[in-house]
Each structure stands twice: as structure tokens, then as C-alpha cells.
């Protein structure tokens, strides 16, 4: 990386990056690319990008909590068990071939998008959240193996726990979102270890990412709180429907 404009690329697309992960997720999908792009190869691409989430999540986590928003101490709970996950996860990852994996991955994705579309919406100011007993526990399990993904690769993983949590938990959207991104920052903590171990970590790379990531998860959080669930759903629908396509058609 020599060229002054590759610096100029890493912080933009980190900011977009870092406002799409923190709103709804997949922003791996343009971040890994762009890493690769630059002369990183595969697996230190996706080791060097979660020192960009780690950054961003951490940050999106403050800006929701300065706005009055926690789900303190579920999301704990949740991140612990996802913790433990992404340690099996980080430890089996392994360049991703071909293009079979990108069309299973879109297809998962364009269910989201179905799922969000027609499931038969959840009247929140009528129903409690569903944050203790077999519903603890159920997402304690799920979690758990949401982590060996996220440890894995983690793109696209964020439109599934926002959906796993608003369907199951009854959380509102703002709450889900706000409960994934810590979440992540937990379990992004053991994969970046992994990776770190293994010596699967640009440094610098990664920690210029990081501003733009950063950046962009801090603007997100205060927005998607002012904006609420609605604004949440919309942008959940159009990023899901734009990787898709890029899975499909773009590899």
C-alpha cells in the first residue's frame, strides 16, 4: 500500500462500512473485497478487518449508550456465549472458494429480506421483551453458533441477530440493533485474538479502516436512535437486497 489514495479509500469505505454495520450489517462484503484489492491476502484480509469492527463496534456502543439506549445485562449474556463461538469460528477459518458460497449466501440474505417483508408484525407496545428463562436460554444457543459464523467470516451475520432478536425476544428494531453491535464487539474480541495469534493482522491497514469505521458507526448509532424502528426497517431491506445482487451477479 503506497499510493496516498489507498489511505483516502480505506477511511471512506471504513465510514461506509462502519454506518452500514452499525444500521443493519453486511458491510464486510464491500470492506474484504477492497482489503483484498489492496494486496492483502484472504485470510489476512479478514483478520485485518476486525480490528476495524472491534473499533466500530465499540464506538457504536458508546454512541447508543449516550443516547440513553442498553440492553445491559442480556446482551452480555448473548455476547459471552457468541464469545466462545467465534473462538471455533476464527480457529476453522479458511479462504472461501468459488462461487457457490456467495449464491447460498445471497439466498439466505433475500430470505431476510422476505422475512421482514411478510412476517406479520410484532405489536412491541403491546408485548413484553422475552428476556429471561427459555428465551434467555434459546438465545444463549443461538448465539453460540451465530459466534462460529461471525469468528468464521461474520459478513452478512448483523440481518440475522436483528431478526432473531425482534422475532424471538420481541425487542423493537432500535433495541435489537443496539444489543447486535455489542454483541459483536464481545465476540469480535476472542477472532481478533485468533487472528492476531496466527499473525493474520495488517496493523496499519486495519487501524486506518478503523477511523473510517469508526467514524461511520458513530454517526449510525445516533441516527438510527433519532430515527427509530421504521427507518431501521427500510435500511435493513435496501442493504439486504443490494448484497444480494452483488453476491450473485458481482463476485
Same mark, same amino acid.
Given at each position: 500500500?503506497?499510493?496516498w489514495?489507498?489511505?483516502a479509500?480505506l477511511?471512506?469505505?471504513?465510514?461506509?462500512?462502519? #454506518?452500514?454495520n452499525t444500521?443493519?450489517g453486511?458491510g464486510?462484503l464491500?470492506?474484504?473485497p477492497v482489503l483484498?484489492f489492496?494486496?492483502?491476502p484472504s485470510?489476512?484480509a479478514?483478520?485485518?478487518?476486525r480490528?476495524?469492527?472491534v473499533i466500530?463496534?465499540a464506538?457504536a456502543?458508546a454512541?447508543?449508550?449516550?443516547?440513553?439506549v442498553?440492553?445491559?445485562?442480556?446482551?452480555?449474556y448473548l455476547?459471552?456465549?457468541?464469545?466462545?463461538?467465534?473462538?471455533? /469460528?476464527?480457529?476453522?477459518?479458511? &479462504?472461501i472458494?468459488? &462461487?457457490t458460497?456467495?449464491k447460498?449466501?445471497?439466498?439466505?440474505?433475500m430470505?431476510?429480506?422476505l422475512?421482514?417483508?411478510f412476517k406479520p408484525?410484532i405489536k412491541?407496545?403491546?408485548?413484553?421483551?422475552?428476556?429471561a428463562?427459555?428465551?434467555?436460554?434459546?438465545?444463549?444457543i443461538a448465539?453460540?453458533?451465530f /459466534?462460529?459464523?461471525g469468528g468464521f467470516i461474520?459478513?452478512?451475520l448483523? #440481518?440475522i441477530?436483528i +431478526?432473531?432478536?425482534?422475532?424471538?425476544?420481541?425487542?423493537n428494531?432500535?433495541?435489537?440493533?443496539?444489543?447486535?453491535v455489542?454483541v459483536v #464487539?464481545i465476540?469480535?474480541l476472542s477472532a +481478533?485474538a485468533?487472528f492476531?495469534?496466527? &499473525?493474520?493482522?495488517?496493523?496499519?491497514i486495519?487501524l486506518?479502516l478503523?477511523? /473510517?469505521?469508526?467514524?461511520?458507526?458513530?454517526?449510525?448509532?445516533r441516527?438510527?436512535v433519532n430515527k427509530g &424502528?421504521?427507518f431501521i426497517?427500510?435500511? +435493513?431491506?435496501?442493504?439486504?437486497?443490494i448484497?444480494?445482487?452483488?453476491?450473485?451477479?458481482f463476485n
Open positions: 500500500m503506497e499510493e489514495y489507498h489511505y479509500l477511511i471512506i469505505v471504513g465510514f461506509a462500512v462502519g #454506518f452500514i444500521l443493519a453486511g464486510s464491500l470492506s474484504l483484498i489492496l494486496g492483502l485470510n489476512v479478514n483478520g485485518t478487518n480490528v476495524a469492527i466500530q463496534t464506538i456502543t454512541g447508543f449508550k449516550s443516547k440513553g442498553s440492553t445491559f445485562p442480556f446482551n452480555v455476547g459471552v456465549s457468541a464469545f466462545l463461538g467465534s473462538i471455533i /469460528g476464527a480457529n476453522i477459518a479458511v &479462504d472458494k468459488g &462461487d458460497f456467495n447460498i449466501l445471497s439466498m439466505v440474505m430470505a431476510v429480506v422475512i421482514i417483508i408484525k412491541i407496545a403491546d408485548l413484553e421483551e422475552r428476556l428463562g427459555k428465551y434467555l436460554w434459546v438465545g444463549i448465539f453460540f453458533f /459466534g462460529i459464523y461474520n459478513a452478512g448483523g #440481518f441477530m +431478526l432473531f432478536l425482534h422475532y424471538v425476544n420481541h425487542m428494531l432500535v433495541r435489537a440493533n443496539v444489543t447486535k455489542a #464487539f465476540y469480535m +481478533l485468533v492476531v495469534l496466527n &499473525d493474520k493482522v495488517n496493523w496499519k486495519g486506518i478503523a477511523i /473510517g469505521n469508526g467514524t461511520g458507526a458513530w454517526f449510525a448509532s441516527i438510527s &424502528d421504521g426497517k427500510m435500511f +435493513l431491506i435496501v442493504m439486504v437486497v448484497m444480494s445482487i452483488k453476491l450473485w451477479f
